[in-house]
């Protein structure tokens, strides 16, 4: 699977990733909130040149390859150039993106894990 990591790449460069920025790039309003606020499955080569051109970046740069299904690739292979190494998690990132729901269960872990 391909990820794109504009918010990451962004954030490096000081800029802040917004539908404002992608439509300035002339990238439609749509692909911009898509961009921006979705799990993209797809961007076409003229939203890639556009976000490229404009960041000043290539496009691996900006996405990256993650084995689907823990299927490892042969050795050699060039999707094995655009892996990116783990990032050590974040514990405020990982949590943001938490329903309450599983917000609850993980506070209940810690105080579970305290004793109180």
């Given at each position: 699977m391909?990820?794109?990591?504009l918010h990451?790449?962004?954030?490096?460069?000081?800029?802040?990733?917004t539908?404002t920025?992608?439509?300035?790039?002339?990238?439609?309003?749509?692909t911009?909130?898509?961009?921006?606020?979705?799990?993209?499955?797809?961007?076409?080569?003229d939203?890639?040149?556009?976000?490229?051109?404009?960041?000043?970046?290539k496009?691996?740069?900006?996405?990256?390859?993650?084995?689907k299904?823990?299927?490892?690739?042969?050795?050699?292979?060039?999707?094995?150039e655009?892996?990116?190494?783990?990032?050590?998690?974040?514990?405020?990132?990982?949590?943001s993106?938490?329903?309450?729901?599983n917000?609850?269960?993980?506070?209940?872990m810690?105080?579970?894990?305290?004793?109180?």
């Open positions: 391909i990820t794109l990591y990451e790449f962004c954030n490096k460069k000081g800029l802040k990733p539908i920025l992608l439509t300035d790039m002339k990238i439609g309003y749509h911009a909130k898509h961009l921006i606020y979705g799990k993209p499955k797809s961007i076409s080569f939203t890639l040149y556009k976000l490229c051109h404009n960041l000043k970046c496009p691996h740069d900006i996405m990256a390859y993650t084995p299904d823990n299927k490892p690739l042969p050795d050699g292979h060039p999707l094995l655009l892996l990116r190494p783990q990032a050590p998690l974040n514990p405020i990132d990982a949590l993106d938490l329903s309450p729901e917000l609850e269960k993980v506070t209940a810690i105080k579970k894990m305290r004793g109180k």
